[in-house]
């Protein structure tokens, strides 16, 4: 019997009449595992593009104590969004690991979307695994699913209401949450002529990458793979890919 491999998605090419977009994960180098060659080729587009670390991943090098782990893994990540043209980096200082979903989380993002008042609010995957067996972290599910409600609760003056002073307005201008790699894509954005930025932008997270000890891993070849498969879908050579929550009633 002849076995039919499956076939691979095909994607709809993401919109890009934006101008300004907020990518909020979890941790440092989130972005940069598919997504950081988008935001080069949007940043090379002139539009505004800020990241916001919800923690500074400091629980992430098993052999360095979370107090050295800290600046260590923020000036990475200054340095890799540097790569792809963003300026605007924040960290919001909460602890690495162990983030809970709920009305705090949705709070202090909520503050951060009021102040930046983007057109699309991005994250990474936030279902429960990468596809397969693949468990997804805590902290990622936590991100995403806060993102997804603090994008509704900015618009809304009403909620969190003690952050509307010194000028600060409810902002309910996010047309759309973006995750970056999820299982459940439906979009795609071709990163052909932004690749190299894109390895680029991983490469700078060398503290981080050996602390993993992954023997022999090689980052370009990681993102080749990763992104070849969305580009299949787009057809091009390299594509990042999306999942799409529009916000507002159709």
């Given at each position: ?17 934006w ?11 989130d972005?940069?595992?598919?997504a ?9 587009q ?5 990241y916001c ?8 090098i098993?052999g360095l ?8 893994r923020?000036?990475e ?5 540097r790569?792809?043209?963003v300026?605007e ?42 596809g397969?067996t ?20 900015a ?13 600060l ?24 002529d ?13 503290a981080?990458i050996?602390?993993?000890?992954w ?36």
């Amino acid at each position: 019997m002849s076995h039919t491999s499956p076939t691979p998605p095909t994607f709809e090419a993401l919109p890009e009449d934006w101008q300004t977009a907020l990518f909020v994960v979890a941790h440092p180098d989130d972005i940069e595992y598919g997504a950081a060659a988008a935001v080069a080729r949007w940043t090379g587009q002139g539009k505004r593009i800020v990241y916001c670390m919800v923690t500074s991943g400091e629980a992430g090098i098993d052999g360095l104590h979370p107090d050295e782990c800290a600046p260590l893994r923020e000036a990475e990540e200054i340095a890799s969004a540097r790569t792809v043209g963003v300026d605007e980096v924040e960290f919001l200082h909460l602890p690495d690991g162990i983030l809970e979903y709920g009305v705090a989380l949705r709070r202090v993002i909520t503050e951060v979307v009021r102040r930046h008042r983007p057109d699309i609010a991005m994250t990474i995957n936030f279902r429960e695994t990468f596809g397969g067996t693949n468990l997804n972290q805590a902290d990622h599910i936590a991100v995403g699913k806060a993102l997804l409600d603090a994008v509704r609760d900015a618009g809304n003056r009403w909620i969190f209401p003690e952050q509307l002073t010194d000028g600060l307005e409810p902002w309910g201008g996010v047309r759309a949450v973006w995750a970056g790699g999820s299982p459940q894509s439906t979009h795609a954005v071709d990163v052909t002529d932004t690749f190299a930025a894109g390895v680029a932008s991983l490469k700078e997270h060398k503290a981080y990458i050996d602390g993993l000890g992954w023997e022999g891993w090689d980052p370009e070849e990681f993102l080749d793979g990763i992104l070849r498969v969305g580009g299949q879908g787009l057809g091009v050579t390299h594509a990042s890919t999306f999942e799409v929550f529009p916000l507002g009633w159709g």
